[in-house]
């Protein structure tokens, strides 16, 4: 069974550090591309970092710099290292996966699989 599973959110306060892990279980051939998205209690839900099945990476302009994706050589674990956080990165983060044409900011709707989430605070 596919499944992707997160962890590492928490509350920290701003200027702080955060790492978020996704461990993705029953893949074999059916993602090339994985990515962070997240969502704001009233806002839509965004793409952050993506990462295709050969490291190339793509981050939203609003954590660039800041957000660091990562993914293991087996390409079963994504980790989200987030630095110099913000009240406004507040939000329900959620690991997802799937085969896409293009990783780089890939819609919602190419992404197959998702993680149930997990919440990360920044306090001001």
């Known amino acids: 069974q596919v499944k992707l599973v997160e962890s590492g959110g928490g509350s920290v306060q701003a200027g702080g550090s955060l790492r978020l892990s996704c461990v993705a279980f029953g893949f074999t051939s059916q993602k090339n591309c994985m990515a962070w998205f997240r ?21 939203a302009d609003s954590v660039t ?5 990562s993914q293991d050589t087996w390409k079963t674990t994504l980790n989200l290292i987030m ?10 983060y ?13 819609p919602i709707a ?5 993680g149930q989430g997990t919440q990360v605070t920044v306090s001001s």
Do not use: H
């Open 39 to 59: 969502q704001a209690p009233g806002k839509e839900r965004e793409g952050v970092a993506f990462i295709n099945s050969v490291g190339v990476t793509t981050y």
């Open 65 to 69: 710099g800041r957000f660091t994706v």
């Open 83 to 92: 630095n110099n956080l913000k009240p406004e990165d507040t939000a329900m």
């Open 94 to 106: 959620y690991c997802a996966a799937g085969y896409v044409s293009s990783c780089a900011r890939a």
């Open 110 to 114: 190419d992404l197959r699989y998702w």
